[in-house]
């Protein structure tokens, strides 16, 4: 059997632990710009393309060339809107957790691909430096329960409170980003407060049996 951080079943409609982090360790995330710009990679990947839009944009003649090009690459850019839903997510200075929702068959590892590709070449054009930003390629763990699937979020959110970005404001009612999806895990809740319920539930130092999805 596949080492637990290793494991990318290839299926449809599945949930997936996937981390990665730095080469030796060292900070992929050095300012709030670099958080900032990694956010707006997921959600123009995440987001639905309004690609009849980005046409009229291009070709109104007062846009700007440096705006048509940017609007350009955007059309170009892989789309992930209907094939993986990010549950929750927290971004550390050295590695980052997602917990996401495989629809399509492979698309996680074309995910994952496409955005530490495009988030590797910003940081080294910003940095000015060289070669690999990851120790390695991403690692998986498959969510199997549904004990799993609830402390999972918890798990990731308790890594980045209070000061970390993370998708923890989507869950208690203070944020609202389309490209987020807490609404399974949130449905494990009471419906009448089920941003309080989740709170409350974080809150708690209870881990819960969440061994074989926790990645390092």
């Known amino acids: 059997m596949p080492s637990k951080n290793r494991l990318k079943t290839n299926s449809e409609n599945s949930y997936y632990h996937v981390y990665n982090r730095g080469v030796e360790k060292r900070a992929i995330f050095q300012d709030r710009q670099d958080y900032n710009v990694f956010l707006k990679y997921l959600g123009e990947y995440l987001l639905p393309k309004n690609e009849i839009k980005l046409m009229d944009l291009l070709s109104d003649p007062n846009t700007h060339y440096s705006e048509k090009d940017r609007l350009l690459k955007l059309i170009r850019l892989n789309n992930f809107s209907e094939k993986i839903d990010m549950l929750s997510y927290c971004l550390m200075p050295n590695h980052f957790h997602f917990f996401i929702k495989q629809i399509s068959l492979g ?12 988030y590797t070449m910003y940081f080294n054009r910003k940095y000015k430096r060289v070669g690999f930003l990851y120790q390695d390629i991403y690692k998986a763990a498959e969510v199997k329960t ?11 959110h308790k890594q980045a409170i209070p000061f970390q970005p993370s998708s923890y404001k989507e869950y208690i009612g203070e944020l609202h980003s389309e490209w987020v999806k807490p609404g399974e895990v949130l449905s494990y809740f009471p419906k009448t407060n089920s941003f309080l319920a989740y709170q409350s539930f974080v809150e708690k130092e209870d881990v819960g049996p969440i061994e074989q999805v926790l990645i390092e």
């Open 146 to 156: 549904d004990e799993q699937f609830v402390y999972l979020s918890k798990y990731i």
């Open 107 to 118: 698309s996680m590892h074309k995910f994952m691909q496409s955005i530490g590709t495009r």
